[in-house]
T-cell receptor, first 116, second 119 residues
Framework: NAGVTQTPKFQVLKTGQSMTLQCAQD?????MYWYRQDPGMGLRLIYY???????DKGEVPNGYNVSRLNKREFSLRLESAAPSQTSVYFC???????????????FGPGTRLTVT | AQTVTQSQPEMSVQEAETVTLSCTYD???????LFWYKQPPSRQMILVIR??????QNATENRFSVNFQKAAKSFSLKISDSQLGDAAMYFC????????????????FGTGTRLTIIP
């Protein structure tokens, strides 16, 4: 049981290049989230997926696209990377709500992305 | 929209002493949850403690406790008997609650407090 996994752990891109950050969870959770962490800014929500087949914008969605490939996987794509997208990216997956409400939001290990 | 404010970018404490990290938040909701997350140099986000807004009793987890003042919208974290392993960034976070927010697990984070432990 790996929890939430992210690939890659580190990446360096040149301005204008594209790449996809991968996230997978093996906990059978419905929802998945992408956050970015910048110095002095805390974590901010980019996009999320409440269930398979749905995605919604968060606080800072510009310059990103997402795909909820299946229940396990939620990818984040940068079509044309910019230096402002240099950040640490976290994928997270909460167990969800319902009869057995749980508060824990499981985070992946993060991806450090540098755009030069 | 909710906001979370951590006014102490950095704090330091002597090993074995007690330190309190501050957090205030702004919301018009009555049902919500508050969290403290720890982020060590490894970058992993670790849940330290949580508080349900409807509970008057302050949450406690071993050496970690909170002072939850709902009317003042304040949620501070007290770390007792500080240890070297407590050195990390600490984030305060907010999550909406209530039946209308079922399925909404979005977290709103503060900007963090870097805690240094002095041996």
């Amino acid at each position: 049981n790996a929890g939430v996994t992210q690939t890659p752990k580190f990446q360096v891109l040149k301005t204008g290049q594209s790449m996809t950050l991968q996230c997978a969870q093996d906990m059978n959770h419905n929802s998945m989230y992408w956050y970015r962490q910048d110095p002095g800014m805390g974590l901010r929500l980019i996009y999320y997926s409440a269930s398979e087949g749905t995605t919604d914008k968060g606080e800072v969605p510009n310059g990103y696209n997402v795909s909820r490939l299946n229940k396990r996987e939620f990818s984040l794509r940068l079509e044309s990377a910019a230096p402002s997208q240099t950040s640490v990216y976290f994928c997270a997956s909460p167990p969800g709500t319902g009869v057995t409400f749980s508060y824990e939001q499981y985070f992946g290990p993060g991806t450090r992305l540098t755009v030069t | 929209a909710q906001t979370v404010t951590q006014s102490q970018p950095e704090m330091s404490v002597q090993e074995a002493e007690t330190v309190t990290l501050s957090c205030t938040y702004d919301t018009s909701e009555s049902d919500y949850y508050l969290f403290w997350y720890k982020q060590p140099p490894s970058r992993q986000m670790i849940l330290v403690i949580r508080q349900e807004a409807y509970k008057q009793q302050n949450a406690t987890e071993n050496r970690f406790s909170v002072n939850f003042q709902k009317a003042a919208k304040s949620f501070s974290l007290k770390i007792s008997d500080s240890q070297l392993g407590d050195a990390a960034m600490y984030f305060c976070a907010y999550r909406s609650g209530g039946i209308s927010n079922f399925g909404n697990e979005k977290l709103t984070f503060g900007t963090g407090t870097r805690l240094t432990i002095i041996p």
